[in-house]
């Protein structure tokens, strides 16, 4: 079963816009983090945020967790043609790691 | 450092056959856990095995299996292939497993007809 419940699940922008994709989770965690995937390919990491931090940033990315509310937000600012792809959160209890279902993101040239 | 490798990375069967799937971890990572990726239920938590032990196992039928050997390689076995077998099979690894980043490899892409 999935734990992150990510929101929305398709989202099409213009290139230059910025992209915000949601994620909500049910039980407490250790971490989240999100990952990129073109196209059936493999995962890349993006970043990982711990439930005692509210925000980080890397490069073009900012990711923001509520832990009293159990969500997360990924933005990416000034968005490229190269960010299309899948985006996935993926919430980390003891050990494993709990993915959603992701969010395709279309960049529009 | 080279990257998780999984070999092979395309893979074509039939219903009851077996098959297994290759992953070498990052040099120095000692864990490697499996996921299976479809359409319809995302990505699913397989196994975990963290020097040669398997530590952690999701909620998949006996068919599935896994090893580690000691220099950290691992494979993954499913024998009597189904047809909602098809999927892409994802390893990752980390250097002690527990909360660290995971890395993923390619993937291996396996059709069952």
């Known amino acids: 079963s999935q734990q992150g419940e990510e929101d929305p699940q398709a989202l099409s922008i213009q290139e230059g816009e910025n992209a915000t994709m949601n994620c909500s989770y049910k039980?407490?965690?250790?971490?989240l983090q999100w990952y990129r995937q073109n196209s059936g390919r493999g995962l890349v990491h993006l970043i990982l945020?711990?439930?005692?931090?509210r925000e980080k940033h890397s490069g073009r990315l900012r990711v923001t967790l509520d832990t009293s509310k159990k969500s997360s937000s990924l933005l990416i600012t000034a968005s490229r043609a190269a960010d299309t792809a899948s985006y996935f959160c993926?919430?980390?209890?003891?050990?494993?790691?709990?993915f959603g279902q992701g969010t395709r993101l279309t960049i529009n040239p | 450092k080279a990257g998780v490798t999984q070999t092979p990375r395309y893979l074509i069967k039939t219903r009851g056959q077996q098959v297994t799937l290759s992953c070498s971890p990052i040099?120095?990572?000692?864990?490697v856990s499996w996921y299976q990726q479809t359409p319809g239920q995302g990505l699913q938590f397989l196994f975990e095995?963290?020097?040669?032990?398997?530590?952690n196992k999701g909620n998949f039928p006996g068919r599935f299996s896994g090893r580690q050997f000691s220099n950290s390689r691992s494979e993954m076995n499913v024998s009597t292939l189904e047809l909602g077998d098809s999927a892409l099979y994802l390893c990752?690894?980390?250097?002690?497993?527990?909360?660290?980043?995971?890395?993923f490899g390619p993937g291996t892409r396996l059709t069952v007809l």
């Open positions: 040099s120095g990572h000692r864990s």
């Open positions: 993926a919430t980390q209890g003891a050990q494993k790691l709990v």
């Open positions: 990752a690894s980390t250097r002690t497993g527990g909360l660290d980043t995971q890395y």
């Open positions: 095995y963290f020097s040669e032990t398997q530590r």
């Open positions: 039980t407490s965690i250790n971490n």
């Open positions: 945020i711990r439930s005692n931090e």
